[in-house]
């Protein structure tokens, strides 16, 4: 083909195939419902880093009747979402962020959700006072990891590699194992824990709980115990579309768990003392089997 037509005329070339720009990050504006519509309930899914939401909050979203659930309060070094989003609602303040913001991620049938690690919740609220009242009524979801060591070992390849979600993309990095930066992951854990109970505690709180480990045990029926919480099964559901997310924990993480177990326990003196270098993560989460 010398890219004429039958008559001898020039053939016309071909657009380009354009292939649509992925979506790196939930703040995306494809990622909005397409109508605004009355709040009738919210919820805030009370996490701490890598103990699965990201995973959990994809998956109520999918739902099509739990809202569009994502950390529109996340301040952190370097994702900074909510300058992101504030920035593509063209948004003036706190009080106008929230009135867009719910505008575009409040599902047909009028449910809200968001995510927010306890490190960004306390700032959120200084930031904008009237958040929780301007959600009202919120149910709180507080998603907890049993296994502390294998979270605080994700949140250290994390940190390494700042590859917080599968959106974000495999950078090419040597992994380090740290044992004492997992210890300081660990304890950052610790703190955002607590930070969550006694919060709750102050303000008479009582949360839904789930752990992790029974989300991806039997993601459907822990799903299902969410949308029967909110009475909204037989609503009609948005079409929803997002990105697949895909799990992030590998063969490095089951290594740098055993081996930070093994070095732990090669600390322990012959007469069950500990030295002075162990860390006694263990004890650190007397509740972790609940």
């Known amino acids: 083909m010398d890219g004429r037509l039958t008559d001898g005329q020039a053939r016309a070339p071909e657009p380009d195939f354009v292939r649509p720009v992925r979506i790196r990050n939930w703040m995306d504006a494809r990622l909005d419902f397409p109508r605004s519509v009355p709040l009738r309930k919210s919820y805030i899914v009370a996490s701490s880093y890598r103990c699965g939401s990201t995973f959990f909050c994809s998956e109520l979203w999918r739902t099509g009747v739990l809202g569009a659930p ?3 309060v996340n301040i952190g070094a370097g994702r900074q979402l909510r300058d992101v989003m504030m920035n593509r609602l063209q948004a003036a303040s706190a009080e106008d962020y929230f009135e867009k913001l719910l505008a575009c991620r409040t599902s047909r049938n009028g449910v809200f959700g968001m995510k927010v690690h306890f490190h960004h919740f306390e700032p959120a609220l200084s930031w904008y006072p009237s958040m929780t009242k301007v959600l009202s009524p919120v149910t709180y979801i507080y998603l907890n990891r049993r296994d502390k060591l294998a979270q605080a070992v994700s949140m250290a390849k994390a940190m390494q590699t700042d590859a917080w979600t599968s959106m974000d993309g495999v950078p090419e990095i040597t992994l380090r194992y740290d044992e004492a930066f997992i ?6 854990i610790q703190q955002q824990r607590l930070g969550w109970l006694r919060w709750f505690e102050m303000n008479n709180i009582t ?4 752990n ?3 989300l991806v045990a039997d993601k459907a029926s822990v799903i ?3 949308v029967e919480l909110f009475d909204v099964a037989d609503d009609e559901p948005e079409e929803v579309r997002l990105p697949v997310t895909r799990k992030q924990g590998d063969g490095t993480n089951i290594e740098w768990a055993a081996r930070f177990r093994r070095e732990a326990d090669q600390r322990i003196q012959p ?5 002075e270098t162990v860390s006694d993560w263990e004890s650190w989460f007397p509740s ?3």
């Open 70 to 72: 994502a950390e529109y």
């Open 224 to 226: 299902r115990r969410i």
């Open 288 to 290: 972790s089997n609940t």
């Open 212 to 214: 992790y480990e029974d």
């Open 183 to 188: 210890t300081q992951c660990l304890e950052d």
């Open 207 to 210: 949360p839904f709980v789930v």
């Open 271 to 275: 007469d069950g003392r500990h030295g």
